[in-house]
């Protein structure tokens, strides 16, 4: 159901602080998440070895934490190092320990063998940290399959009409073909909308007279990481004329949070009027407003999945992006159970 072996979005760093217990569901393991007193972050498993009893509900002490059922302390390995009453503890008496990166503005978590944790295989998030551009940190929980928003995400065909009155405004942006093309881990979409109107959005934020050229190009790694530029600019200038364009770009993540929940990390940061944070907030609360609208239309799609589970999907040429993802996804899942790859067009959550 999922892959282990690689980094997902486990929390912004601002959910983390000094002070902080914070529990999240990862890929349906109760993970328990707190800063040792030099800011790293230790994610562990939130369930007490000993009567399953809650961490979160526990407290900090230094860089450990005491569970506040029987007043088992356990440290930033996971070790238990102290039982009230009992000299002797048993190795067994421990708790699972997960790597954690803090990159930028994220905080990563390995859920797989800690042995193949590589950081290497983090994307680059520039724009999370850099001078050039400005955005606010926002989240989303949906009742859905993690695929499902995998799949939204991966065709933007869907912007020309449940994002008619926010991002989208033309039905041109269905009717561009995407380019699309396999990376070793992910795929690359790419899809120019020209002689297009703005979207209702870029309208409040630019002043653009006449048709607009629009582009999308991103990159979409595994698990679920999609890092996007985007933009738009008077259809009158050359390509290769900026002046007067808005460019955008934008990270999002999605993490699992069951087989029908899902944690989704988000931003839209922009290079213009930086000093001017009305244009911040527009952006973000305009972002905000179209995913609620992608929201209610993929967990409306998960209740009619779950309540005809027999039919199947009909595909159409605007998934082929999706469809090589959910083909390279599931050969990572497979390789990485060691099963041989059963790839279906496009698979239907259970």
Request: with cysteine.
């Amino acid at each position: 159901m999922f892959l282990k072996n690689c980094w997902y979005v486990a929390a912004w760093d601002h959910e983390i602080l000094g002070d902080t217990l914070l529990t999240r569901t990862l890929l349906g393991q109760p993970v328990l998440f707190y800063r040792k007193e030099d800011g790293t972050v230790v994610a562990m498993d939130n369930k007490c070895c000993h009567r399953h009893a809650p961490l979160h509900m526990g407290r900090k002490e230094g860089d450990c934490v005491r569970c506040m059922y029987h007043g088992a302390k356990y440290d930033a390995t996971g070790a238990c190092v102290e039982v009230p009453g009992q000299e002797r503890i048993p190795p067994k008496l421990r708790q699972r320990v997960y790597p954690t990166v803090q990159r930028k503005r994220w905080v990563w978590i390995w859920m797989g063998d800690p042995a193949l944790a590589d950081d290497t295989l983090i994307p680059d998030t520039y724009s999370l940290a850099h001078p050039d551009w400005r955005w606010k940190p926002s989240y989303l929980h949906y009742e859905c399959n993690y695929l499902l928003i995998s799949d939204n995400l991966l065709d933007f065909s869907h912007l020309s009409y449940v994002h008619e009155k926010t991002f989208g405004g033309s039905p041109n942006i269905a009717e561009a073909r995407p380019e699309v093309q396999r990376m070793e881990r992910g795929v690359r979409v790419s899809r120019p909308v020209r002689g297009t109107v703005p979207a209702p959005y870029h309208q409040r934020l630019g002043s653009f007279e006449g048709k607009v050229d629009r582009w999308f190009r991103y990159d979409f790694h595994v698990p679920g990481i999609l890092l996007l530029d985007a933009g738009v600019k008077s259809a009158a200038t050359p390509d290769d004329d900026m002046s007067g364009a808005l460019q955008f770009h934008s990270c999002q993540a999605i993490t699992p949070e069951t087989e029908k929940s899902t944690h989704y990390f988000f931003m839209q940061a922009h290079n213009f009027r930086l000093d001017d944070a009305v244009v911040t907030e527009s952006i973000d609360q305009s972002q905000k407003r179209a995913f609620i609208e992608d929201k209610q239309i993929l967990e409306a799609q998960q209740q009619m999945i779950d309540n005809s589970p027999e039919s199947s999907m009909v595909a159409m040429a605007a998934d082929a992006g999706l469809i090589q993802y959910r083909r390279l996804l599931t050969e990572l899942i497979d390789l990485e159970n060691k099963a041989p790859a059963v790839i279906p067009l496009i698979p239907v959550t259970t």
